[in-house]
Structures are given as C-alpha cells and as structure tokens.
C-alpha cells in the first residue's frame, strides 16, 4: 500500500472528545497523519506531539540580518559615500540611525517570516488544496490516520475510533491525479462550480 494515498478518516463534534483520542490513540502506537479542525483547539498541537516550532528563530535571523543591512547601508551613505555634516552632528549620528534601523528590522523579519512559513509548508501559488472532508471548515473536527503508515489493520483502527467518539469512519482514497492534481483544472473548476472537485466529497462513505 502506497503512503499519502489511502487514509482512514474519523468525525468529530467535540474538541475533548478528538484530544482525549488523540492521546490515547496515540499511546497504542497509531501515527496520525494530520487533524483539521474548524476553529482553533487549545493544546491540540501537544497532543499530536509537534515540536516547538522554529520560526522564531527564523524571525530573529532576519531581524539581525535587517538591523545588518541598515546600519551597514546608513554608515557607507553617511560617513562614506557621501559623508556630510548635519545640524552641526558627526558623520556617524547613531542615534539618528535608530529609526531605519527599527523599520528595517521590523520589515526584514515579517517578510522573513512570511516567506519562511509559505516555503515551510509547501503553500505554493499554485497548490492545490487537499480536502478530506469539507465539514472541517464548519462544524466537525477531521481527523486522518494514513493507513500505509500504520501496523494495524484498517478494522483495528476503526474500531479504535468509534471507541473514543468518532461519530463516523470511513475510508479516503486519493487517485495519482488527486496527488498531482492539474492547477489549471483546478482554477477552471473553481470558477465554473464556485467549490472545487476536492471539496465536493460526500460526508457519508
């Protein structure tokens, strides 16, 4: 069985019911591929066991790359390229220099951060979106186990979700043109339907 392919989907309406299986899902070994919920759920990325992220490191490298960037500029401009005296000041005014320095900091590490986030996760202009089940983004919280990732059998899974609440299971199978699905296809049937294909997947299996 191929992975990213073949996935066991469980519903659920409460957020302590998916957490409290999630953790104990969890404990019996299962790999969990990736849970959507419709609004944001308290301690959810703890109980999936993700890691502190990395951004803010990403946030302070472009910050200091910023606060480089506009010194060094302000220096070669001022004491340098051009060196003149202002109101009596030195060619080196550092505190003068605090303001662009401030903004290229600020702007350096929002950008930074920005563009760090989109490449991280794959958000590319063209991406088409992947949708297990489109009450995600209403009122069920989705979670997804992939199949090929885990030892147990389809049934001892589904049987493990019913236990801790899941108000339905069911199996999603996506095809090699689901995985590699057509941009242009993509945008074609977005206007012509107004949802998307992906979307447009039954609730019940």
């Not at 790999?31 to 703890?46: D, F, Q, R, S």
């Not at 109101?87 to 350096?108: H, R």
């Not at 899941?166 to 012509?192: C, G, K, M, Q």
């Amino acid at each position: 069985m191929e992975k990213n392919k073949h996935f066991l989907v469980g519903v659920f309406s409460d957020h302590d019911d998916l957490l409290h299986a999630i953790e104990e899902i969890r404990a019996k070994g299962v790999k969990i591929y990736e849970v959507y919920t419709p609004y944001p759920v308290h301690g959810l990325e703890h109980a999936l066991g993700y890691k502190r992220s990395w951004m803010p490191k990403a946030a302070f490298a472009f910050g200091a790359l910023g606060t480089t960037l506009a010194i060094t500029m302000q220096v070669y401009m001022m004491a340098i390229d051009w060196p003149m005296i202002i109101g009596g000041k030195s060619y080196l005014a550092i505190p003068d220099f605090v303001p662009v320095t401030f903004e290229m900091t600020v702007l350096l590490s929002a950008f930074g951060m920005a563009g760090t986030f989109l490449v991280a996760r794959d958000l590319k202009p063209h991406k088409v979106p992947r949708i297990f089940d489109i009450r995600a983004t209403d009122d069920k919280h989705i979670m997804a186990i992939d199949l090929a990732a885990n030892s147990l059998s389809e049934a001892q899974m589904t049987t493990l979700l019913k236990e801790y609440h899941a108000e339905e299971v069911y199996r999603r199978d996506f095809t090699d043109e689901e995985n590699s699905p057509s941009f242009i296809s993509y945008v074609v049937d977005l206007f012509t339907n107004g949802v998307t294909r992906s979307s447009r997947i039954s609730t019940h299996r």
